[in-house]
Structure formats: C-alpha cells, structure tokens
C-alpha cells in the first residue's frame, strides 16, 4: 500500500496540545474541573472507591488479569476500554502541564497492563480472566478490538504527553500479535469488531510509530466490513451458535461495504467511530471513493438525522440512527458518546475539507450534545440526553430504563464519563488548523486561547481574547519577531447572519469568503489586531417540515447555544407554554445561575386554567390564553437544580 501520489488531500492539520493554552471564561474551569476533580473521581470509580455509584471493579479486573488477586470478572464485556479512556484523558492532561502525582499513577496502572499482557501480547481481561482459551470467538458482540482500540489510543496520547515509550511498546505488542491473527492469508481471520473502534486507533499507531502495517491493517478492518459470505456468520457457523442473527447487519455497519454505504444506519456510536476512520484512511490512502462515502454518510447524518443540539441516534433501541426525519424528542436517546464521536468524525472531515459545515456541526455538538452529558460539578453523568422530560410520568410511557432526570454518579455501561472527559482534556487540538503550504493559520473555534505555530519562517504566536459563547466578540494578536507574509482565516459560523472584521481598527473589504471562512492574507506586523464582531440575537428555530414531532413548534437559540424551558423557572406543563411572532426575547447574563451564564427572557402565553372554570377533559372551546414571562437556560446546564420537566420545542404560533 503506498500512501504517496494520494488522490486526497488535507487541506490543513489540527494544532497540537503542545501548542495550544486555553485560558478562556467559559472552558478554562471546566478544563481545571476535569484535571482536578473529574479524573481523580473516576479514577476513584474505576477503582469502586464512589458510595453509591455502581461498582465498575476495572482496576481489579486487570489485577486479576495479571494473577495479583483472586475472585470473578465483573463488568460489561468492554470494561477495559474504560481505563483506556481514563489514560488517554490522563495523556491530555500531561500535554498540557506535567503533574508528577498523576504521571506516577498513570505509570503504575501502565505496569500493571505489562503484567495483565500475555506472553503472545494478548491483553483483553474478559478473555483472559472470565473465558480464557476462548479468544476471538465472539467479535460480533463482545468489543475485543474495540478494547484494543482504545488502549491504543491512550498508549499514543501518553507517549505523545511524556516521551515515555512502555505503554506505546505494550500496545504494539498487542497490535502486531492482532495482525498476525487477522488479515488476507488462508490462516488468518478475515473478520472484524462488531464495535468500530480499532480502525481509527490503528491510524494514530501508525502516525506515532511509522510502521505502515498498522495503516495497513486499518485499511482491512474497514475494507472487510460488510463482505460476503459474510463474517458474523461464518463466526456462528463455526462456534456452533444459532445462526439466527440477534441484530441486523446493519447495526454493525457491516449491512455493505463501507464505500457502498449511504446512509447512516445501525449505532449510532459505532457508526461515527467508523466514519471517523473512514476519513482518516481516505486521506492516508488517497482513495476518493471512500472520501465520498464520508460525503454522502455525513450528508444522511446532519440534514437528516441529527437533533438540533447536535445529538444523534434517535431510538433506545439499539442506541441507532432509524429513518429520516425520526427525531422524537421525549424518546431522544442522543447517547452523550454518539455526539462525541460526531464531534471525532467533523474535525476529521473539517481537515480535509476546510468547509465551515463541518466546524458548525462540531460546536453545536460540543455546546449542546456533549456538555449535557456531564453535570456543572464534574461528578454527575448523562448517558442520553432526551430533549423533553415528564419526570413523573417517564417511566409509565415507555421503558426508559436508561434516562433519568438526574444524572447519575456512574453507570454499569460507563463509556459515557471517561469519554466526555478525554474529549474536554483535548480540546485545544478542535481550536485551530495550519496550512504550511498556503502558509495560513484558521481559527475554526472562539475560544479564549493562545497558539504558537511555525509560519512564513518564523514562530508566530496567535493570542486570542473573547467572552464567547455568552459574547460575539473575537479578538485576536499576532506576537512574532519581525514582519511576515501569511493568512489567517476566520469561521464566519452558520447562525451569524452579520459579522464585521477590522485590522487595528480599519474595516476589512478584502476579505477573501471560501466555504464560510474569511481569508486575510496580507503582511503582518508584531502586533497586528485582528477584532471579529458577530451578531447574536436570539433566534427562533424551525424544523424540517417532514420533522413531524416539532411541526408547529420553534427552540430558542443564541450563537451556538441551544436553550430549554425548565420547571424550576416556569412552572410544569411545558408543552402548554406558547411563543408567537413579536413575542419579546431577551438575552441576559445572570452572572449566579450556573457560574454564570446567558439566559432568555420573554414573553409568552399559555392556557388560563382557572378561568376555564371546569374540572371537563373536554371543551367545544379552547381555554383563553394569558401572557406569561418564561426563562430558557442553556440546554447543556439543565437538570443541575431542582428536578422537573424540560423541553427544547415549544409551541408556536404565527
């Protein structure tokens, strides 16, 4: 396989951890929350250290994994990749900032997966604790290589963090003994995970260690999904299972190969890790084809099937994408870990692509679908995020066994919390991008931060100053040692329908527009002010109109914010609240609410039931309206007061 000559191109690469600070009004506590209180809590749970949570017993499984104790597995089959998730995020936060007490932690657990791997590099504690002998029996269901997977990407993010090469070496054990069992030749299994995960990590092996077979292996996990005589069968066949399929194919994305799929289909998690590594071969590869299908997938995804706070999968059953338009909203699933992976899978396409479609998508998931998924203190998790909620009723309308009206402390599938916790340590890799060829610098999120890159000959450092979300206004200072020639180009997002930029204080005409971003290539001075001002009223949204469940309703929104109605606020029966044209809005920063924030105010209407006069279900006239004041908070802080109802839609009339 030659990765030279390709057919796709990045247009840029992300900046490093390395080579970005983030000191920002609105991420640097929740980064400062995730260093000091979310990673040594769930370090405490991985370790059934939390009263009350439910125990995870993952450190102890790798214990016994390694012989040091005695007792039974406990867990979901893919505990593992919850330490992965909880090192990689570690990995984030040495990047950032050496702290010697956390490194000798993540050091230890490191030698304790040494002493977990088999001799053959094997390192799976289910198997090898619960059913040794019985490896690779089950990749329908049971995650092997999704587990895998994850370690790597740890093993890659700590080296990447510390220098330290042992859990990188550990994993390329385990990943050249996976090569040796799968692959093309008549003694190995051309077969794959039910969970794609493996396939993107195996990308960043092979970023962080030049081996091609890593790349290479990858590119036949994908190439094999979804061939015939297809694998999950033959897996059946062979193990004398009843070969009556439990799930479809499609819910493993493997209903067809992967450059014939056109639609999303299946889990939702699972599909986005797919894509994510899809895109990531289709450059490594230059293979057009596959860049298409990214093409059409996303397409499907986020003008179809994608909630307005960027949550996907719709349906609790099998956490999956259904048909279009399908986007119940008191039934929403919306996984906190599907955003993350939509958010994965955007960044990657925003690489390649440099179209502000994808950065837009990425920040309304990040604002909306991933921050719901975790509470203001860092100790309480969503694993879905529904956009309306009857707490009292919940559990009489349908099995809702999984959505709660308050988040919990853990859950007994906890690939949730690891997961929004990697994503928020990583953040300063989502801010900005780097052409070296056309010498440019993009800045696709507003994020209170600074950058120093090598450009146009010289170290450059971008120091940016703004109040974002709550604020529209960006600025931006160029730091270098002498003048220089190079671009810098701003993501004008989707919701801004009018944004001025100006150079030390002079209007800019000469702005060059391309896929939603402003292009300014010039020659810059030390010092140079770059000030972006954006509007950011209050808008009413509308759904598609094949949208059923939101016909004749609207959601508030400002900037990227997606706001909700709470009871606290507004008193129950929510979806009797009405907003109507002229209906006043108004933004207001409430500097006590949530460690402060932007809230709505306005007017509305609903039914005057004491007027009604009557104790009737039915009337042959409607109740009279009167006006009411409602708040909308943001949707990522609801449920972090007083339980109660919530809803994103409300009515609306014209």
Request: aromatic share 10%.
């Amino acid at each position: 396989m030659s990765t030279m000559n390709n057919q796709v191109q990045k247009k840029m690469n992300p900046l490093t951890l390395q080579q970005v600070t983030i000191q920002d009004s609105f991420w640097s506590s929740r980064e400062q929350n995730v260093t000091e209180t979310v990673v040594p809590y769930q370090w405490d749970a991985l370790n059934d250290n939390i009263p009350g949570a439910e125990p995870s017993h993952t450190i102890e499984n790798f214990r016994l994994a390694a012989g040091e104790a005695q007792g039974e597995y406990y867990g979901m089959v893919f505990q593992d990749s919850d330490l992965g998730k909880w090192l990689e995020t570690v990995g984030f936060i040495l990047s950032r900032e050496r702290d010697p007490e956390l490194e000798k932690t993540a050091d230890e657990v490191i030698d304790l997966l040494e002493r977990a791997q088999q001799p053959d590099g094997y390192l799976n504690t289910y198997y090898t604790v619960k059913h040794p002998g019985e490896r690779w029996t089950n990749l329908r269901d049971n995650h092997e290589l999704y587990c895998a997977g994850h370690l790597m990407e740890a093993a890659v993010s700590y080296v990447q963090a510390t220098g330290k090469r042992k859990f990188l070496d550990i994993m390329a054990r385990y990943a050249d003994y996976i090569g040796t069992v799968f692959g093309p030749g008549p003694d190995q299994m051309q077969g794959y995970d039910g969970h794609p995960e493996i396939e993107l990590a195996l990308v960043k092996m092979y970023e962080a260690t030049g081996q091609v077979k890593y790349l290479e292996l990858s590119s036949f996990f994908v190439d094999q999904r979804g061939q015939q005589p297809h694998f999950f069968d033959q897996e059946a066949r062979q193990h004398q299972e009843n070969t009556a399929r439990k799930r479809n194919y499609d819910y493993f994305q493997a209903h067809a190969p992967v450059r014939e799929q056109h639609t999303a289909e299946g889990h939702s998690v699972r599909a986005v890790y797919l894509y994510s590594a899809m895109a990531d071969l289709a450059v490594q590869n230059g293979d057009q084809q596959l860049l298409d299908a990214c093409r059409q997938l996303w397409k499907d995804t986020t003008r179809r099937k994608m909630y307005v706070t960027g949550g996907i999968g719709s349906s609790e059953y099998e956490e999956r994408f259904t048909v279009p338009y399908d986007l119940p909203n008191d039934r929403a699933y919306a996984e906190t870990c599907a955003a993350i992976g939509l958010m994965f899978w955007a960044h990657r396409m925003l690489q390649i692509e440099a179209d502000r479609e994808y950065a837009d998508v990425m920040e309304r998931a990040l604002y909306n679908g991933v921050l719901s998924g975790i509470s203001l203190d860092g100790k309480s998790y969503f694993y879905v995020n529904p956009l309306e909620v009857w707490p009292d009723t919940a559990n009489h309308r349908h099995d809702m066994s999984t959505v709660k009206v308050t988040r919990q402390p853990w859950f007994g599938c906890a690939c949730c919390p690891p997961n929004i916790a990697r994503l928020i340590a990583s953040l300063g890799q989502y801010i900005y991008s780097q052409n070296d060829e056309r010498k440019e610098l993009y800045v696709h999120l507003y994020i209170g931060s600074s950058a120093t890159v090598d450009l146009a000959d010289q170290e450059v450092r971008l120091i940016q100053k703004t109040n974002y979300p709550w604020d529209a206004a960006v600025e931006l200072e160029l730091d270098m040692d002498h003048e220089a020639e190079f671009g810098v180009s701003l993501r004008i997002p989707g919701w801004c329908k009018e944004a001025k930029i100006t150079v030390n204080g002079n209007e800019v005409t000469d702005a060059v527009m391309s896929n939603g971003y402003a292009s300014l290539h010039r020659t810059w001075q030390p010092g140079d002010r770059i000030m972006l001002e954006m509007s950011m009223p209050v808008e009413l949204v509308f759904a598609h109109p094949a949208l059923r469940e939101n016909a004749g309703k609207a959601a508030l929104q400002r900037g990227p914010i997606v706001y909700c109605l709470e009871e606290v606020d507004n008193g129950a029966n929510l979806q009797d609240i009405e907003l109507a044209v002229g209906s006043k809005l108004e933004a207001v920063y409430d500097d006590e609410l949530f460690g402060g924030s932007v809230v709505i105010c306005g007017t509305a209407t609903r039914s005057d039931a004491i007027a009604a006069g009557s104790d009737a279900l039915y009337a042959t006239s409607p109740a009279a309206r009167i006006p009411v004041q409602i708040k909308a908070v943001p949707y990522y802080a609801w449920s972090n007061r007083e339980p109660g109802e919530m809803t994103v839609w409300s009515r609306y009339r014209s």
